[in-house]
């Protein structure tokens, strides 16, 4: 046997600690999204549901209460994905492919992912979930930068088994560029983190001293409402007082928790929202199922964010990851039973909610209470469709117990992970010019190196239109096309328009607003809209 010198091995114990300094000065980065999950449905932003893992995460990190996506599900993972706005990535809206740059249904060329990015910077890159951004093979993750991939292409699905919900649908379940059937006793967020966790240990085995990105899309709570029966059983019962008693619990929490000013009101109810008390027993019954249903999938999510922490903290990669949760639009209003959907999936609606054949969802009284305390839903650019609750947590990297107040978006997600990373943004991809970054790192925010008092924040979704800028925020809804002006410091729920007040801010928003449209790439949904083709709903 050789003999080793003492001094060989004090160089080899320096080159360990070295290459550990190295690896810890770039962190894993676990970027988590939920699918229409309302602004109150955690814990730490105001409900009854068990998010513990999420909860601690918050108050051990940062909690964001003025965060941004854009409103519907694709048009988010677009602007998520690439660090633009989503006309600018391609996928303006949630129509099929358009003969229009901004609206072509798929990520185009001129921008770069998430993944590719930190591909390019020796990360390693991971997605499980649902990916909605390019339905066409050659659009899939690992055409954009993933190294391994598992999940839903499509918009939406059961979460038991492979099932397509409308006239001549096909939806799609693949293993990186392989179609495949959902095995038996298949519940698709545990099987999201089931892979997420493979992919990490197969990570951790071959490429030791490389960090890693892991993107998970859950899909959950997105209709259909589907969960496992031990949890569903937690929760059934607890809604029987029904949406504006749940209501009016969760702002009481909201407002104890510190996250609106004390002298935030809860917006009024929707007005095709009835009375909780004209309902028939029954009727109320099946709400509360639904219900039931909803949270059991929140709190799946959690438990599921739960078995991931707690697999890293096994390996020794907990102080080295940071955590990212946030939604990708507000609370769903929509229900399952019109004629876009198959004849069986309508039928399937009126299961009840836990039958694992059921295919339904629990609509505006649900959502309303989801989206706790704003107005209006997942679509429009009212509170209640483009605020998300976001989380950022990482020992070793994240602030502590850090409430943060000031305006951020999707769009900032993209410089957050490129600081930390310490990656590099290119100007030219794959031998395309590509877009620069439209957002601020989050880092800057968090540390107040900056305050962007004069930043403004655009949102267009198939005709409804918003600018936030500073306390302002100017809305537009479709097709009334009115703008309406709300002080959102004084009034974070937007239920006092002030635009009579101030015309001098309506005049500065509105020309901000038109100067960005154009430059993205925005066409008048009223032009768009005369020829809506196969509209999807997800």
């Not at 080159?15 to 676990?30: C, G, K, L, T, W």
Request: contains cysteine; hydrophobic residues 35%; proline residues 5%.
């Amino acid at each position: 046997m050789k003999k080793i010198s003492i001094s060989l091995i004090c160089v080899l114990a320096l080159f360990d600690i070295v290459v550990a300094q190295q690896v810890a000065e770039r962190p894993n980065i676990v970027l988590i999204l939920a699918d229409d999950m309302g602004y109150s449905d955690l814990g730490c932003f105001g409900s009854e549901i068990q998010t513990p893992y999420l909860d601690s995460m918050a108050q051990g990190g940062v909690k964001m209460t003025n965060f941004y996506n854009a409103s519907r599900c694709c048009p988010s993972r677009a602007s998520l994905l690439t660090g633009v706005y989503p006309h600018q990535a391609g996928i303006g809206d949630m129509m099929n492919t358009r003969p229009y740059p901004a609206y072509q249904g798929y990520l185009n060329r001129e921008t770069v992912t998430l993944a590719e990015v930190l591909g390019s910077a020796g990360y390693g890159t991971y997605m499980t979930g649902k990916w909605h951004v390019g339905q066409a093979q050659e659009h899939w993750p690992l055409q954009r930068g993933f190294d391994r991939f598992y999940g839903l292409i499509d918009g939406a699905n059961s979460y038991f088994e492979n099932r397509p919900y409308r006239p001549n649908q096909k939806l799609t379940i693949a293993l990186d560029n392989k179609e495949i059937t959902p095995s038996q006793n298949y519940y698709s967020t545990d099987a999201y983190t089931d892979y997420a966790i493979s992919f990490v240990e197969e990570h951790l085995q071959e490429r030791k001293t490389d960090p890693f990105f892991l993107y998970i899309a859950y899909q959950a709570p997105h209709w259909p409402l589907h969960a496992k029966p031990e949890d569903i059983a937690r929760y059934q019962g607890k809604y029987m007082d029904g949406w504006e008693a749940v209501r009016q619990l969760r702002f009481e929490k909201q407002q104890t928790l510190g996250l609106f000013p004390s002298s935030t009101e809860l917006s009024p109810l929707d007005t095709n929202i009835g009375n909780w008390k004209d309902l028939s027993w029954e009727e109320k019954v099946h709400w509360d199922e639904r219900m039931s249903v909803y949270a059991a999938m929140v709190d799946a999510i959690d438990q599921n964010v739960g078995r991931l922490v707690e697999h890293l903290r096994k390996n020794g990669q907990l102080e080295n990851t940071i955590f990212l949760f946030l939604s990708d639009n507000g609370a769903s209003n929509e229900t399952i039973t019109n004629q876009g959907f198959t004849a069986e999936i309508r039928a399937a609606n009126f299961f009840p909610a836990s039958h694992p054949k059921s295919f339904t969802a629990y609509g505006r009284e649900g959502a309303v209470v989801s989206n706790t305390p704003f107005r209006k839903f997942k679509h429009w650019e009212f509170e209640g469709g483009n605020a998300t609750g976001f989380i950022a947590y990482g020992p070793n990297y994240i602030p502590t117990g850090l409430q943060i107040d000031e305006p951020a978006h999707l769009i900032d997600i993209m410089p957050s992970l490129v600081e930390w990373a310490n990656a590099t943004y290119p100007t030219e991809f794959t031998g395309h010019a590509i877009q620069p970054m439209e957002g601020k790192a989050l880092q800057t925010i968090w540390s107040k190196e900056i305050i962007e008092e004069d930043r403004a924040i655009c949102f267009e979704h198939e005709g409804n239109k918003a600018v936030r800028k500073g306390k302002w925020k100017l809305v537009a809804e479709y097709p009334e096309n009115i703008w309406y002006l709300y002080d959102l410091v004084a009034d974070r729920t937007e239920t006092t328009d002030v635009k009579e007040k101030y015309p001098e801010i309506v005049k500065e928003l509105t020309d901000i607003y038109d100067t960005w449209a154009d430059r993205v790439g925005v066409i008048p949904y009223q032009q768009l809209d005369k020829n809506k083709g196969n509209v999807r709903y997800q």
